[in-house]
């Protein structure tokens, strides 16, 4: 199993943590969009392509113009599991089957292996 604490997942570049809302900063005119909700899992958020900022005179964002703000995102701590058939319980010669679970908040650290 994998897992991060939310308490150390701002000190990370590239983590795996789980975030419940995340702020974005646009890299152009600093715009910011505040709490963006994040659904629980393993699924992932699509990145807005345009700044939603409207600043009269000014030339538009370009592409792709927002960044995440680690320290203004709100995260969770979480882990996933694989969870595998008794090997008693399988016939010879076939292979356990098994499922993959994800967790969060206070059921990470509450499974032990065996």
Do not use: W
């Not at 993959?100 to 509450?110: A, F, G, H, I, N």
Request: aromatic share 6%; net charge neutral; glycine share 8%.
């Amino acid at each position: 199993s994998s897992g991060i604490n939310a308490e150390y997942g701002h000190q990370r570049q590239r983590s795996p943590g789980q975030a419940t809302s995340l702020t974005l900063q646009c890299r152009s005119c600093r715009d910011f969009k505040n709490d963006i909700p994040i659904r629980p899992g393993l699924e992932g958020f699509a990145m807005p392509r345009k700044c939603s900022a409207s600043t009269a005179g000014q030339q538009p964002c370009p592409l792709d113009p927002y960044f995440i703000v680690p320290d203004m995102c709100k995260c969770v701590d979480y882990q996933t599991l694989k969870l595998q058939e008794a090997p008693d319980d399988i016939p010879t010669g076939d292979m356990p089957r098994h499922i993959q679970l994800y967790v969060d908040r206070t059921l990470v650290d509450r499974m032990v292996p065996g």
